[in-house]
Each structure stands twice: as structure tokens, then as C-alpha cells.
């Protein structure tokens, strides 16, 4: 391998990491999640996963990148003994699947820029879930995820990586900016107030009938979100110079992507319930159904539209990269293929992978509960055994450097690893494999039941 690359700049890293987490995790998913769990109970529980869980595992792959300087598969079996290279399989895996149907849904975004500049937004509710129905699947939904994909590919395989770091810098300004407006929009709306107390006041009861769906709905958000459980940290981490201060840059990364995330919420639920629409209905069209009636319903809407989904979609760019870079990077690194192939040969195949998500709403459930609720947490679940009861000294020493007093903090961080993740996990893939059988043999079998 030639010589490793370092982030450009100090803050190079932090955007990078901010591009991977900031995507349709924040935009499209968190909102749906949230309606169909419950609004605030929802809510309440994925903030604290995020602090408690998120966090340290977080800075456990930025440990693990910083001190090997390798990809996922390659750092771990550095730092652990030889079967720790099967979690970089895994991760592999899960990469290889996420980008395969996140292509998909950021293809919709794309159409929905093309919706915006033609005019064809719809202000009412009911009119612009249809419309989303037929944006979602089918020919419409391929043609996107071919283009979408084929931009992914075009970035990763030139390597003109830098632009998408400098890119970041004024997206994610942007997308706020726009968030906020269209908050302060949906505040003026009359079903605001019903919608606050829906999303921000948790009810326990609710959160004590419920945590058997919530738990695992929100600690995949979180994983999701973040971009973790799958090695981009780790891999992102591995082009990091020792003068970072791992935890500073991890708690500035997930303030920005959680903050982003509250926002869009505050956006949606406002508009669901003066459309007298429930929120747990639209499911994964929740956000492009509201934000298409809101814009509908404003003058110069379109343009707005045209300009907020093609932000979404560069952020989703962001986002996609960062998930093809850690499957490029094993091909190039550990299999010695040349870079350019190896991106056109596993991008070609996780176009195809992610096709049958283009036929039905379904599908897109299929692939992304299977993500979301098992592969990423157990990702997650991996890696807080492995740093905080295997490797803890040599990730001790690794936090240190960049921080000037680490005191009581890095124990703190070992035992949150060791306890309360590595139990919270536990319980986390359980109920996913347990919630994604019911889905197999319930939704999913009625579906092709009704099919064939
Ligand atoms: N965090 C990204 C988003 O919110 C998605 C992602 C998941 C990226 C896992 C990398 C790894 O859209």
C-alpha cells in the first residue's frame, strides 16, 4: 500500500465524520421511527442510548482506527487475536447491504428535486402520499438508484474525496438553515401544539408497554445514525494525526448529527397533525410526504423543495461514500485489488443487491430492519467487548494522546463499554432478532402472500 493518507486539515476529520453521520439517517429515517414508535417515549430512550451507548462506542472505533491506521478488518485482527477478523467481515456485510438500499432511498430524494423544479408538489396530505407511492417503486425508483449509485462510484473510485469535505462545510450549515425555516413554518401550522406534546412530552406508560419494540427501534437509530457498528469510524479514524482530542471531536459529531435529527422532527409531526394524518401511518414516506405538502403549500415552495431535497441528497452523498469507502478500502487494502476496479466490481454488485427494494416499500423494510435492528447493534455489541474488556490498556493509551488530563474519563468510558453497553446490547439484538422474525413471518409473508 503506498503511503497513508492523513485528513488535509484539523477540522477535515470532524467534517468528514459529520458528512458520514449527517444523512438520510437524520432526514428520512429518524422521523418514521419515531412515528411508529410512539412520538416523545421514542424519543426519550434514543437520547439516551445515543449518551450512554452511542458516545463510547464511538470513541471505541476511533481508538481502534487511530492506533492502527488500518481498515476495519485489518485493524482488528492487528490489535486481537486472528478470529477478530470475522467482525470485519461482518462489517463488511452490513456495509455492502446498508449502501445497497440507502442508494434507493436516495434516489427518491433526487426525483423529488426534479418534483420540486417542475412544480408538482402536492399540498395536500392525501394526494402527496400517493404520489410518494409511485416516486418510491418501480421504473421512477431504479432510474434514480442507478444515477444516485453512479455518483457514489464516480467520487469513491477518482478518490476526489476533498471535495466532498469541503462540500460538507456548506451543507450542513445549509441544511440547518433550512431545517430551522421550516420549523419556525410548521410552529405557525394549528396542529403544532398537539404535535409537541406528542413528540416532546414522554409518556411512561407508553415507554413501559412499548420498550420491547422502542429499545431495539432506538438503539439501530442511534447505531444508524451515527454511522457506527459497521467500521466508517474506525476507518475514518485510521487517517487521524495523534494531536485530536478523540472525545471532544466525538461529542462535537453527535451534537451536530442529534440536533439535526430533533430538528426534522419538529418540522414533520407539526404537519402530520394538522393534516390530521397519524404519524405512525406513512412509514418510510413520512418525510417526503410532509415536506412535499409543506412546500406545496408555500409560495416559492418548489424552489425551496428543489434546493432542501438536493441538499439531502448531498448529504446522503456523504453518507454513501463513507459506507463504500470501508468495503473499498478491505478490497484494496487486505486484497490487494486495485482501486478503481475494486469500486466499479462491488458497486456494480451492490446496485444489483439493492434492486428488488425498487419493487415494493416492503423490501425496503426487509433490508433495512435487518440493518438497523440486528447487524449494526451487533456490530455495536462486538466492539464493546472487544475495547472495553479485551484491548482496555492499549485503548487508554490510545485516548490519552490529544487529550491534556483524561482523569477520571477514561475509566469512565471503559466501564460504560463493559456494562451498560455490553448488557444494553445484549438485550438490543435479542429483541431484533425476535421483533425481525415477527416481520418475516408476519408484514413480509403478507406481502408475498398477496404477490404471488
Ligand atoms: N449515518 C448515515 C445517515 O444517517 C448512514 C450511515 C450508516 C452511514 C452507517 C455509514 C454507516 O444517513
Redesign the pocket.
Known amino acids: 500500500m503506498a503511503q497513508r493518507e492523513t485528513w488535509a486539515t484539523r477540522t477535515g476529520f470532524i467534517l468528514a465524520a459529520v458528512g458520514?453521520?449527517?444523512?438520510?439517517?437524520?432526514i428520512w429515517?429518524f422521523p418514521f421511527q419515531v412515528g411508529q414508535e410512539g412520538g416523545a417515549a421514542f424519543l426519550v430512550i434514543y437520547l439516551l442510548l445515543i449518551i450512554a451507548i452511542g458516545f463510547p462506542v464511538m470513541i471505541a472505533e476511533f481508538v481502534i482506527g487511530r492506533r492502527t491506521n488500518r481498515n476495519p478488518v485489518g485493524a482488528l485482527q492487528r490489535l486481537g487475536s486472528g478470529t477478530w477478523r470475522y467482525v470485519g467481515w461482518l462489517f463488511f456485510a452490513t456495509?455492502f447491504l446498508?449502501l445497497s438500499y440507502?442508494s434507493v432511498v436516495a434516489g427518491w430524494t433526487l426525483r423529488y428535486v426534479l418534483l420540486g423544479l417542475q412544480g408538482d408538489f402536492i399540498a395536500d396530505v392525501g394526494e402527496a402520499e400517493a404520489q410518494f407511492v409511485s416516486v418510491a417503486s418501480g421504473l421512477d425508483a431504479l432510474l434514480f438508484h442507478a444515477i444516485f449509485m453512479a455518483a457514489v462510484l464516480a467520487v469513491v473510485g477518482f478518490g476526489v474525496r476533498r471535495g466532498i469535505e469541503l462540500a460538507v462545510k456548506v451543507l450542513v450549515p445549509a441544511i440547518i438553515a433550512i431545517l430551522v425555516g421550516l420549523a419556525i413554518y410548521s410552529f405557525t401550522l394549528a396542529g403544532a401544539s398537539e404535535a409537541y406534546s406528542y413528540y416532546l412530552s414522554p409518556d411512561l406508560g407508553t415507554i413501559a408497554d412499548n420498550w420491547r419494540s422502542i429499545l431495539p427501534a432506538a438503539a439501530g437509530q442511534a447505531f444508524?445514525?451515527?454511522?457506527?457498528?459497521?467500521g466508517?469510524m474506525i476507518t475514518y479514524a485510521s487517517y487521524l494525526g495523534e494531536d485530536r482530542n478523540l472525545a471532544e471531536d466525538g461529542g462535537i459529531i453527535i451534537g451536530l448529527?442529534t440536533g439535526i435529527a430533533f430538528i426534522v422532527g419538529l418540522v414533520v409531526f407539526p404537519i402530520f397533525f394538522t393534516a390530521g394524518v397519524d404519524p405512525a401511518d406513512p412509514g418510510a414516506g413520512a418525510i417526503f410526504v410532509t415536506l412535499a405538502a409543506a412546500f406545496g403549500d408555500l409560495t416559492f415552495g418548489w424552489l425551496l423543495g428543489a434546493i432542501f431535497f438536493a441538499t439531502v441528497a448531498i448529504a446522503?452523498l456523504s453518507?454513501a461514500i463513507?459506507?463504500l469507502e470501508v468495503v473499498v478500502s478491505y478490497l484494496v487494502d487486505e486484497r490487494d485489488i486495485d482501486r478503481l476496479p475494486a469500486t466499479l466490481g462491488i458497486g456494480t454488485a451492490i446496485f444489483v443487491v439493492g434492486l428488488p427494494t425498487t419493487l415494493d416499500l416492503v423490501l425496503i423494510d426487509l433490508y433495512d430492519k435487518l440493518v438497523n435492528d440486528i447487524l449494526?447493534v451487533l456490530g455495536g455489541l462486538i466492539l464493546a467487548v472487544f475495547v472495553g474488556w479485551i484491548i482496555y490498556e492499549t485503548a487508554l493509551d490510545e485516548l490519552e494522546k490529544g487529550v491534556r488530563d483524561l482523569g477520571s474519563m477514561g475509566a469512565a468510558w471503559i466501564w460504560f463499554l463493559r456494562i451498560p453497553a455490553v448488557i444494553g446490547l445484549l438485550v438490543v439484538v435479542a429483541l431484533g432478532i425476535l421483533g425481525y422474525y415477527e416481520f418475516l413471518t408476519g408484514d413480509f409473508a403478507d406481502w408475498i402472500g398477496d404477490t404471488i
Do not use: C
Open positions: 458520514s453521520a449527517v444523512g438520510l439517517g437524520n429515517r456495509g446498508i440507502y444508524f445514525t451515527l454511522s457506527l457498528g459497521m466508517v448529527d446522503a453518507s463513507s459506507i449494526l
